[in-house]
């Protein structure tokens, strides 16, 4: 009842049309959810997440839940995930992605699932690293471990998005170090990111995980632009 009281005087609206939720919607309505670009190419190895990084890097897996497109109900989501301190849209897509994962045997060796990094400085400002419930969702369905410490970025960056792909690459790795190495060691990672654009932050990322002895490599992201 107190939940419900709250409803009336709170009540919860779908983060992409602002219309209001109902009992059994959450986050997204259901008009809004079976919109979405649903990508579904964790059923093709061979997919446009995989080919972005043909020749970079060396992929077990890759993966996207969506595509985004500007002005739609993707960029909608991300922006109020990083932006608007609403957390709990990483563990909606995360619950999603993890249960799309786990029906996959090609995933089902992963051992371990790490987050893309973020700097303490920004860590603080937005109070969060907004792939964790993302990555803590998948690494549940999936049954391995969600690992946060071996993967650090050690100085804040000013925003990539102008910089091309060589330039962000190594600006991005310079500011990662690894740690806890043997934790790693001969495991298989899944490397989950907010958004894939030209690759290069999961290529900066993944250079450095293979630092490690004996590591495999894999890739999910929430969406990857069109």
Not at 76 to 82: P, S, V
Request: proline share 2%; hydrophobic share 40%; glycine share 4%.
């Amino acid at each position: 009842m107190f939940h419900d009281f709250i409803n009336i005087l709170y009540p919860s609206v779908c983060h992409i049309c602002s219309t209001e939720l109902l009992k059994n919607e959450n986050i997204i309505c259901t008009s809004c959810l079976h919109d979405l670009p649903v990508t579904n190419y964790q059923q093709d190895n061979d997919n446009p997440v995989k080919k972005v990084f043909y020749g970079r890097i060396k992929l077990e897996h890759a993966t996207a839940l969506l595509q985004f497109r500007k002005k739609a109900g993707v960029q909608q989501l991300i922006h109020d995930l990083k932006y608007r301190g609403h957390k709990e849209i990483g563990i909606f897509l995360g619950k999603w992605m993890g249960e799309e994962l786990a029906k996959n045997e090609i995933f089902q060796t992963v051992h371990m699932v790490i987050p893309v990094p973020l700097h303490q400085k920004k860590l603080k400002t937005r109070g969060y690293n907004q792939v964790e419930g993302f990555a803590r969702e998948i690494a549940k369905a999936l049954k391995a471990e969600y690992c946060d410490d071996i993967l650090l970025k050690t100085t804040a960056s000013t925003t990539q998005t102008l910089k091309n792909r060589i330039s962000r690459w190594g600006k991005i790795e310079e500011s990662l170090i690894i740690q806890k190495t043997q934790q790693a060691e001969n495991k298989h990672i899944l490397l989950t990111d907010d958004l894939i654009t030209t690759g290069a932050t999961i290529e900066a990322c993944a250079h450095k995980l293979y630092e490690i002895k004996g590591v495999k490599l894999s890739v999910a992201a929430m969406a990857i632009t069109s």
